[in-house]
C-alpha cells in the first residue's frame, strides 16, 4: 500500500488512528512522533509547517472525541471501519502495531488498543 495513494478521508482516519495509538499509554516517545512524521511525509506533507498543522488537527480531532478510554476505543473503531480493502487493513493494522512498538515497549492499554482495531479491520 502506498500511503499516498489513501483517498483524503482514508488518510484522515489513518492519521487519527496513529495519534490514539501514539497517545494510548499516555507516554508520548520520540520514536512514535517520528514516526507520524514519516507517514505524513508520505502523505505529501513535505514542508514542517504543513506536517505540524495536520498534526495539530489530528491531534484536536483525537481529544475531542476520546476524552476517556472508552469514547477513544469508540472512536478508534469508526475509523477503523474507514477501510475497505483487506490490504489497506493489513497495512493500517501493521503501521499501528510498529507505532506502539516503536518505544521499544508495549504497554497494556496500546495491546488493548491494538485489540480493538484488530477486531474492527478483522485482520
Keep these: ?3 499516498a495513494d489513501l483517498a483524503d478521508q482514508e488518510k484522515q482516519a489513518f492519521l487519527d488512528l496513529l495519534v490514539l495509538a ?3 499509554d499516555g507516554h508520548l516517545a520520540s520514536a512514535e512522533d517520528e514516526r507520524i512524521v514519516k507517514v505524513l511525509t508520505a502523505f505529501g506533507f513535505e514542508s ?3 506536517r505540524g498543522k495536520q498534526l495539530d488537527a489530528s491531534v484536536t480531532r483525537a481529544r475531542q ?3 476517556t478510554r472508552d469514547a477513544a476505543r469508540h472512536y478508534a473503531a469508526s475509523l477503523a471501519e474507514t477501510f475497505t480493502s ?3 487493513k493489513q497495512a493500517v ?3 499501528l502495531a510498529e507505532l506502539v512498538a516503536a518505544d521499544s515497549r508495549v504497554s497494556p492499554e496500546e495491546r488493548s488498543f491494538l485489540g480493538v482495531i484488530r477486531e474492527v479491520l478483522a485482520v
Excluded: S, W
Design 86 to 88: 483487506p490490504d489497506t
Design 65 to 67: 472525541r476520546a476524552e
Design 93 to 95: 493494522f501493521n503501521a
Design 48 to 50: 514542517e509547517y504543513d
Design 22 to 24: 501514539m497517545y494510548a
Design 1 to 3: 500500500m502506498k500511503l
